[in-house]
Antibody
Framework: QVQLQESGPGLLKPSETLSLTCTVSGGSISSDYWSWIRQPPGKGLEWIGYIYYSGNTNYNPSLKSRVTISVDTSKDQFSLRLSSVTAADTAVYYC?????????????????WGKGTTVTVSS | DIQMTQSPSSLSASVGDRVTITCRPSQSIGSYLNWYQHKPGKAPKVLIYAASSLQSGVPSRFSGSGSGTEFTLTISSLQPEDFAIYYCQQSYSTPWTFGQGTKVEIK
């Protein structure tokens, strides 16, 4: 059974770069799409973007200028980098696997999620 | 971006009650609609995908219906473990967007 685990620093200062890694266990990253989602305190869920195992990406335009998602198939990991963070980037960050079927229509949904990691941006 | 509006924002219900949550996207999204359950401190869990398909392992008391611009999640008989926040999410077009959530509380 596929499991995901986020890891990375929990505290950042404004203007620093957030770097998180999601490790996939119980399966291979070399299939499907993989996504990052976040939840600011007291707010709802926000989709950050996804990456296909081959490296193709799709980002939320609201973050596109600052976000990079990458994949390392040799380690079964994918990563999130968010530059120039501010207090507004304080959130619980989740990684998730995206399924959508092998034939169109591709009804994408996130079926396995990590437990989330809290990132706080404060001076 | 497609805006997702859920109603109600919160509700109080008793064990055994039938609960219905509605999600209305700002434009038609066909059946590209998913429902998630989220409990504090835990990972969100998909309940329904493609508007009405029950995710494997999810109890049959959960069901989804609708298409286009109106969707519903129904819990036929609320159980103690169902008290949580429920989110709808569209995957019709990027950026994928979520509803603001519906908090289901114990009456």
């Amino acid at each position: 059974q596929v499991q995901l685990q986020e890891s990375g620093p929990g505290l950042l200062k404004p203007s620093e770069t957030l770097s998180l890694t999601c490790t996939v266990s119980g399966g291979s990253i070399s299939s499907d799409y993989w996504s990052w989602i976040r939840q600011p305190p007291g707010k709802g869920l926000e989709w950050i973007g996804y990456i296909y195992y081959s490296g193709n990406t799709n980002y939320n335009p609201s973050l596109k200028s600052r976000v990079t998602i990458s994949v390392d198939t040799s380690k079964d990991q994918f990563s999130l980098r968010l530059s120039s963070v501010t207090a507004a980037d304080t959130a619980v960050y989740y990684c998730a696997r995206v399924l959508g079927g092998t034939l169109p229509p591709y009804y994408y949904y996130m079926d396995v999620w990590g437990k989330g990691t809290t990132v706080t941006v404060s001076s | 971006d497609i805006q997702m509006t859920q109603s109600p924002s919160s509700l109080s219900a008793s064990v055994g009650d039938r609960v219905t949550i509605t999600c209305r996207p700002s434009q038609s999204i066909g059946s590209y609609l998913n429902w998630y359950q989220h409990k504090p401190g835990k990972a969100p869990k998909v309940l329904i995908y493609a508007a009405s398909s029950l995710q494997s392992g999810v109890p049959s008391r959960f069901s989804g219906s609708g298409s286009g611009t109106e969707f519903t999640l129904t819990i036929s008989s609320l159980q103690p473990e169902d008290f949580a926040i429920y989110y709808c999410q569209q995957s019709y077009s990027t950026p994928w967007t979520f509803g603001q959530g519906t908090k289901v509380e114990i009456k």
